[in-house]
């Protein structure tokens, strides 16, 4: 399964990535790795091209190991980073499987090594794969990269919230592509329009929570354009109807950019609409019809990221 994990995204010869696969640990059971265990790998190279394979399979067998740290460099050779990867998944499924974790400082099996070995290949050769497609979501192990994600983007100055408002979407788990909406999330928070929007969205966001615990419900039904008491309550729904659409077809093109930039056009008329309009009207429809487009914002903004998860 890993093997054809790997194989997918890279695309590399299917008879050398099966080659290197078979021969990447036989070097194990030499008396010299046996002396000497820092030669793994590259005691199999040798001997692989002492006995005529394929340049490639040679390479991959001393490559499969890597990267081995963070300052390890990542294999960029097709088949070692097909073979690089199965070999880490491998290992991670195996553990994960038979309920062998991490916990607190303890890491016999190197699995978190593992996963941050994993989350370079990825991001390094901008593999587009989706990992949740191979692995076990119930086991924990999604989570296990995403917290891995999360400590090395922290050791790069990315904030760790802002990864967690992607990743929570839900299926977001095609790595490149998160780190792209991630990076755009950054910059657009980093302007005046992302820190008012996020102000505005946690306001709606708030009070939708304390209304709806009142009411006991989450559902305030759609918006009615007929109950509008005003200018600032149509703009704000019109904006907030061509804002979502332009938004949804940015993230369909992977621009994220473009979808940040219609969410930023959201800032003036929900300004506008809390300064100008009674969200809890005494007419129990307008309320209810209000409610429901304070709840039509958190739709159109949660298609990007989840902006609860996002700190300050």
Excluded at 255 to 266: E, G, I, P, T, V
């Amino acid at each position: 399964m890993a093997v054809r994990l790997a194989q997918k995204a890279v695309k590399a010869p299917d008879d050398q990535v099966r080659r290197a696969a078979v021969l990447a640990k036989a070097d194990l059971t030499t008396g010299m790795v046996g002396e000497f265990p820092e030669l793994q790998g590259l005691v199999g190279r040798r001997i692989a091209e002492a006995q005529g394979e394929h340049a490639d399979v040679a390479c991959a067998i001393e490559e499969h190991y890597a990267p081995r740290g963070p300052e390890d460099r990542c294999p960029q050779d097709p088949v070692s980073i097909c073979v690089a990867l199965a070999e880490k998944l491998d290992t991670l499924t195996g553990f994960f499987a038979i309920d062998e974790k991490p916990t607190g400082s303890k890491d016999p099996f190197a699995l978190r090594r593992a996963a941050l070995g994993v989350i370079r290949l990825i991001v390094e050769n901008g593999l587009r794969l989706k990992l949740g497609d191979y692995l076990d979501a119930s086991n924990g192990l999604l989570e296990f990269f995403a917290d891995r994600l999360k400590v090395q983007q922290r050791e790069k100055g990315m904030r760790h919230d802002l990864i967690d408002a992607v990743f929570s979407l839900g299926g977001e788990d095609d790595l490149v592509r998160l780190l792209a909406r991630v990076s755009a999330l950054d910059a657009f928070l980093k302007s005046d329009d992302g820190a008012n929007l996020l102000a505005g969205y946690k306001r709606a966001a708030n009070i939708l929570k304390i209304e709806g615990k009142k009411d006991k419900t989450a559902d305030w039904g759609t918006v009615d354009p007929a109950l509008f008491d005003g200018l600032d309550e149509k703009t704000l729904f019109e904006k907030l109807g061509a804002a979502g659409k332009e938004a949804a077809k940015a993230l369909e093109l992977e621009d994220f950019a473009a979808a940040m930039r219609a969410l930023a056009s959201l800032r003036a008329p929900i300004d506008a609409f809390f300064d100008h309009v009674t969200v809890n009207a005494d007419d129990p429809e307008l309320r209810r019809n209000r409610l429901a487009l304070l709840a039509q914002i958190r739709t159109a903004v949660d298609q990007v990221a989840d902006f609860s998860k996002i700190e300050g």
